[in-house]
């Protein structure tokens, strides 16, 4: 009998992580001399963080900051959609950040598609918002893993249970 390997796309993100990035960015902004004095903050909620800034400029260094601590944490940035600034109260600008998990269904059938166009002896299953890989040969899920690596999707994909 042949034994089945598979494993699961995910697209998901580290919640500690995300909390040590954001404790990080308040800890550099507290010690920046150009913050002195101002009311810009950092707050994170269960899946937004909340960026209050004086002015355009300082959202942006707010921003600039999240993301470089995001990125140190390993975190993908392609997890975190902007919302469009808006102003706050006291003349701030307020934006929030979201994070982004799952994968979206027109794109896990997109992934589906190339993965059969491919002509990989794989196998493909949507899942909610992840997709089983299976198939009998585990160089055909490597190539697999590779070409699901090489595709550009606008969206951060990790690999588990591999098995």
Not at 8 to 15: A, I, R, T
Request: aromatic residues 6%; hydrophobic residues 35%; without cysteine.
């Amino acid at each position: 009998m042949a034994k089945e390997f598979s494993f699961d796309v995910v697209s998901k993100v580290d919640g500690q992580e995300v909390k040590n990035a954001v404790d990080q960015a308040r800890k550099e902004l507290a010690n920046r001399w150009d913050f002195k004095g101002s009311s810009s903050e950092i707050e994170l909620d269960s899946e937004t963080i909340k960026l209050v800034g004086d002015d355009e400029f300082k959202l942006g260094q707010l921003r600039d900051i999240l993301e470089s601590k995001l990125v140190k944490r390993g975190i993908d940035l392609r997890h975190v959609e902007y919302s469009k600034p808006e102003p706050g109260a006291k003349i701030t600008l307020k934006q929030t950040a979201k994070l982004k998990q799952g994968i979206p269904q027109d794109n896990a059938k997109t992934i589906s598609k190339s993965l059969r166009d491919s002509g990989l002896k794989v196998q493909s299953q949507i899942q909610g918002d992840q997709l089983r890989v299976s198939g009998k040969d585990k160089d055909e899920l490597q190539k697999a893993i590779a070409l699901i690596k090489g595709l550009d999707l606008p969206f951060a994909v990790q690999f588990e249970n591999y098995r």
